[in-house]
């Protein structure tokens, strides 16, 4: 086989032993094809059961912490920082804050590694160049437009995170309430709420029930659409 050339996919020719662009060709042990079979990070998005529904649901509950924690200082930082300014202390707190988004940021970025399995690439912190004054880099990081985004995203997350919390937490909620209903109908008075005269018969039991089993296949895309959102962002 020494010498002999094979075509390649580009329509070219490549020596039988040489390195092609799926590895060694010729090499039966590699596959040029990733497995069909092979699970993404989204495999089984929308289904009450699968582990990606559940990691969803997780992720709008760390959004919550992560948005009441970062997005408030943040807020805080970047409003004094600003309204300093003109006493030159403003500056520092500025470049504290950004500094603080920055580490925010990598934590989200964690977060999507770690809970969907999605990662997700940073940015550098300007580093300071061999000769360069602590003036001139100071004034690179509080210019970096990078930097004042990372700090806008945790912002952002104060009330998106709030919201994609209480949209999945309700979603849920109403779905696990109607599949529910058949159990505790019975114990609903119903001089108390008029509204569920004739539900409590069995058929209009089986009928919320099956809501019920709707409603948590909705609930499972409202936790899907909140993660995308996150990585969109």
């Not at 990733?34 to 959004?63: F, I, M, V, Y």
């Not at 104060?158 to 529910?180: D, H, I, K, M, R």
């Not at 409590?200 to 499972?220: D, E, P, Q, W, Y």
């Amino acid at each position: 086989t020494g010498g002999r050339d094979i075509p390649t996919p580009e329509g070219g020719l490549a020596p039988l032993t040489g390195r092609g662009r799926h590895g060694y060709i010729g090499d039966v042990t590699s596959d040029p094809t990733p497995s069909a079979a092979a699970p993404g990070p989204r495999h089984g998005a929308g289904l009450p059961w699968s582990a990606r529904t559940w990691r969803a649901t997780a992720n709008a509950g760390l959004d919550l912490g992560y948005g009441l924690l970062v997005g408030l200082i943040l807020l805080v930082g970047l409003s004094l920082g600003l309204s300093l300014l003109v006493v030159i202390i403003g500056f520092p707190i500025l470049f504290a804050t950004l500094w603080f988004g920055r580490v925010g940021s990598s934590a989200f970025r964690f977060k999507q590694s770690a809970v969907l399995a999605e990662p997700a690439p940073g940015r550098p912190w300007p580093r300071r160049a061999p000769g360069q004054s602590v003036w001139t880099q100071f004034w690179r990081v509080l210019s970096n437009v990078g930097l004042w985004l990372e700090s806008l995203h945790g912002l952002l997350m104060l009330g998106l995170g709030l919201l994609w919390f209480v949209l999945v937490v309700t979603a849920w909620s109403g779905a696990l309430a109607a599949l529910a209903f058949p159990v505790y109908a019975s114990w609903i008075p119903q001089d108390a709420w008029p509204a569920t005269d004739g539900l409590t018969g069995a058929a209009g039991r089986i009928a919320i029930a099956l809501v019920g089993i709707a409603l948590l296949f909705a609930a499972s895309w409202v936790a899907e659409g909140t993660a995308r959102a996150d990585s969109a962002l």
